[in-house]
Nanobody, 115 residues
Framework: VQLQASGGGFVQSGGFCRFSCAASGSVSSINIMGWYRQAPGKQRELVAIITSGGSTNYADSVKGRFTISRDNAKKMVDLQMNSLKPEDTAVYYC??????????WGPGTLVTVSS
């Protein structure tokens, strides 16, 4: 499975940003798609995930501000990030997991939120 993400960049506090990630390759059994992030000096953490059935899970820190969505036919997952805060500054990684056959990570996209 290959993951290609777009989005990110430099955003002012209170602003918004949107990520998109497209999966290609052996994608037939992908179940979970989502996003993780890693801030400087911190461990990678879950941001939001969505199952093929549409169930979602968000980190408490982003609930009400971020929205994850996916297109099962296109094997794409999007993350709409609103009301961004400086503490959202991190490298964001697209993530997919297959029912059988492991999990995969995208290359990472930096978002910098200025205060």
């Amino acid at each position: 499975v290959q993951l290609q993400a777009s989005g990110g960049g430099f955003v002012q506090s209170g602003g918004f940003c949107r990520f998109s990630c497209a999966a290609s390759g052996s994608v037939s059994s992908i179940n979970i798609m989502g996003w993780y992030r890693q801030a400087p000096g911190k461990q990678r953490e879950l941001v939001a995930i969505i199952t093929s059935g549409g169930s979602t899970n968000y980190a408490d820190s982003v609930k009400g501000r971020f929205t994850i969505s996916r297109d099962n036919a296109k094997k794409m997952v999007d993350l709409q990030m609103n009301s961004l805060k400086p503490e959202d500054t991190a490298v964001y990684y697209c993530y997919v997991a297959r029912v059988i056959g492991g999990a995969f990570w995208g290359p990472g996209t930096l978002v910098t939120v200025s205060s």
